[in-house]
């Protein structure tokens, strides 16, 4: 398989996420999916194939500096480009940054999150001037026509994805003008190239809508649940930080840290579901480091961990137990503090508070406690 792979001819990934993204409200590319934008999925088994050995990003103008993030991260070389007003213009340009020495494209819609290493391998392992992936159809096809409708014979039909690759002379070829082009395949079969066809992927949808999503998370990864808590006792003359907002406050929490008992149940939370101990073994209470630490950047670390054994997390849900002050004219800011750190929409992250009635020690002022649930997924190919 070695020799095979240093024979084979030189070849580079394009994904292309150059679109407006009307449907979502803005580009679809940059939509974030398990704690990443959605074209980092769809490149990712580029970038982990050995067989692919460059990837061009196709971005609109204005997120070229998200996705040069996006190719560090990948830790493929390769380029970033400005796309054009049409998908070909798109291709154009992405092909223009490519390496003089590719052979081989593989044209890759950002909007396919998740799609296989194995499919990358399945194309390249056949040869011809353009291997499509195909799926077969197995519902009833009917043809709108007017007021009478007619049944499609549906005999050979079969329903065409991304990646496709072509020889990087077809493409070129293929997209001189502005062929009016949603896929490549469709092009070279048009233009008489040998096109051959291997096995697509249920699993591979295209988003399309913001509902596609999901359907993403029900299709994909196992679901863990973990749970947090955590305590604090309040001082005379200390800051009182809750969910990474510094809230006016007489007494503060106090603690080694900046003592953001929210943080801290969250992120126990996260390492519970991930299997990855607790927060006291990550980063113990003597240990000079964290003196006054940010937690939203601790938050932040143990995103990154729990990444790292394969989870990504989906949703975060706390309640904050603090006699005064109040809590609510501060939650939205503190639900965007916390998804800021794990790449969540705001939405995905809630924050409630509720006082203890004057009862018990929390209730007198002396302390405040905080739950946090959270919701992890394995991340694809994990
Ligand atoms: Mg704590």
Redesign the pocket.
Known sequence: METASKRSPETAALIVGAGAGQRFGHAKAFVSWRGEPLLYWAARPFARSEDVGAIVLVVRDEDRKAGEAVLARLGKPGGVVAGGATRSASVRAGLAALPASVERVLVHDAARPNVSEEMVARLLAEEGDCVLPALAVHDALHRQRGTQNEPVDRDGIVRVQTPQMLRREVLQRLHRGDPDAADDGGLALAAGFNVRYVAGEEGNIKVTMPQDLAWLDRITGDLRVGHGF?V?RLEEGRRLVVCGVDLPSRRGAV?H?D???GA?ALMDAILGAAGLQD?GYHFPPGDPRYAGADSISLLRQVAEMARGAGFAVTHADLTILLEEPKVGPHRQEMQARLAGALGLDARAVSVKATTAEGLGPIGVGEGIAAWAVATLRTVPGA
Do not use: P, W
């Open positions: 955590d604090h603690g840290s003592a953001d008992a801290h927060i």
